[in-house]
């Protein structure tokens, strides 16, 4: 029998909208039972957790930080209350754990410790957004962010159009929000007029808007995505 604590994958909200909108009820079940945590930003976290479960006590958390400043060696030992017994909760920062988010390492450090890993129902803006595209869910490419430069990233941009039309392959990316209305300029200004393009913004909050487009009537779009998290969508038909 596996004594050890499982590794719930817990997801968060898109954005600042009650959880239980978003989330369902066996994510804060999960929360009230668990006490250790593996998160991104411990304020952010903490918040969360407290309007997810407003009676559970802040002061018997346990919090471990997971960025880009966390050194790899520590990772393994985020994992000793599972070794215990205890359940862990691994916090995404927005949208769902190991989903473009650094969660993924903590998760494979658990299979190898054959920890049980629990992953809830929660929202995916990737994911959410595919699904609002009317592009191929059937065979599709998260590729992240794009180079900064802007002759890599127009290179980039051309091989992920001629990647979807000739395998017909939906290609998702994503984009620093305020670099969102640059990204739009060089979409338009690289790829073919007939290509469609969906930008999904603002996924599950009241502002949003997923609108899907060819790149010729996008030039003819006055809509600011400024600073609004946005997961940008192609295909060359």
């Known amino acids: 029998m596996n004594s050890k604590g499982k590794l719930y994958l817990i997801p968060t ?18 929360i009230e039972l668990v006490d250790d945590y593996i998160v991104e930003n411990e304020k952010t976290a903490r918040r ?12 018997n ?30 916090l995404s920062e927005a949208g769902c754990p190991g989903i473009a988010d650094p969660g993924a390492d903590i998760v494979k450090i658990a299979h190898e410790k054959d ?11 990737i994911l959410l957004a595919l699904m609002s595209s009317g592009m191929n869910g059937q065979s599709f490419t998260f590729n992240g962010y794009l180079p900064i430069d802007k002759s890599e990233r127009r290179t980039t941009l051309k091989k992920l159009e001629r990647r979807s039309f000739e395998q017909n392959e939906t290609q998702i990316f994503i984009e620093t929000p305020y670099r969102n209305n640059k990204m739009l300029e060089e979409i338009c200004a690289s790829l073919h007029p007939n ?29 600011d995505f ?3 998290p946005a997961i940008f969508i192609i295909h060359k038909d």
């Open 48 to 59: 969360f957790i407290k309007k997810i479960s407003g009676s559970k006590s802040q002061q």
């Open 13 to 30: 909200r898109l954005g600042d909208n009650a959880p239980l909108e978003v989330l369902p009820i066996s994510v804060k079940k999960i």
């Open 115 to 125: 920890i049980q890993v629990v992953p809830l129902v929660g929202p995916s803006s």
């Open 195 to 223: 290509t469609r393009v969906c930008i999904a913004c603002d996924i599950t909050l009241p502002s949003e808007y997923i609108k899907t487009k060819t790149v010729k009537e996008w030039k003819h779009v006055n809509e």
């Open 226 to 228: 400024h600073k609004r």
């Open 61 to 90: 958390l346990k919090i471990h930080l997971l960025n880009k400043y966390t050194e790899s060696s520590e990772l393994p030992g985020y994992l000793d209350a599972c070794l215990e017994g205890k359940p862990v909760g691994l």
